[in-house]
Structures are given as structure tokens and as C-alpha cells.
Nanobody, 123 residues
């Protein structure tokens, strides 16, 4: 069983930065395929970025060049560095994990989920 705990959300002005963290218990980040999803008010979950077991990365187009996913094996943490945030990034962000070696592109592909952390971008 894997439990995921996110942290790092908050209120930030447009153009600002935040770093989200996700701590998995029961497994190490390097043995999991992991992802960040987000859900804005009234919308479905959308995949923001993923890092597969082997290290292959995916970013949705709207965050390319602004967001960076990474994992720290020593600290056993997954990160999402978010720069140049805009109001469209406002959402609850969820850390998710799968036991597959590839990164699924849909929500149902991930078995383990965190509780979510809210990111609000507003002036």
C-alpha cells in the first residue's frame, strides 16, 4: 500500500512560483511512475506532468517551459516546481502514483492518490 501526502500549495500572485512536494510512504519514488494532476473548479482532472519509472517525462503543452517535475531518491520526494504561474493554473493539485513502468495519461491509470493541495494564483 502506498500513501501519498502533498504539501506546498498556497496563494501566489501571477508570475510567481511555488514548489509542491509529494511524499510516498511504503515505496520509494524511484520505484514508481508518478504524476501531478490538477482539478480546477467545475472541471475534470487533467494530467499536468508525469515521470515514468524509467525517467521519461511528459508535460501538458500549457505548462511546458514553466513547470518541472523531479524526484529526489535520497529524500524520497516528488517535486513540482511551478514558475511564471498564471490564473489558469489555479486548481487543486494531486500527486498520483502507478506501479506500471510507463506513465498513463488518464486518471484511471493511477491507483494511488494524495489528498490534494490547493494552488490559487491571484492578484
Amino acid at each position: 500500500q502506498v500513501q501519498l501526502v502533498e504539501s506546498g500549495g498556497g496563494l501566489v500572485q501571477p508570475g510567481g512560483s511555488l514548489r509542491l512536494s509529494c511524499a510516498p510512504s511504503g515505496r520509494t519514488v524511484s520505484t514508481l511512475t508518478m504524476a501531478w494532476f490538477r482539478q480546477a473548479a467545475g472541471k475534470e482532472h487533467e494530467l499536468v506532468t508525469s515521470i515514468a519509472y524509467g525517467g521519461r517525462l511528459y508535460y501538458r503543452d500549457s505548462v511546458k517551459g514553466r513547470f518541472t517535475i523531479s524526484r529526489d531518491a535520497d529524500m524520497n520526494l516528488l517535486y513540482l516546481q511551478m514558475n511564471n504561474l498564471n490564473t489558469d493554473d489555479t486548481a487543486v493539485y494531486y500527486c498520483a502514483a502507478a506501479s506500471t513502468t510507463w506513465a498513463p495519461s488518464i486518471k484511471s491509470g493511477y491507483y494511488y492518490w494524495g489528498q490534494g493541495t490547493r494552488v490559487t494564483v491571484s492578484s
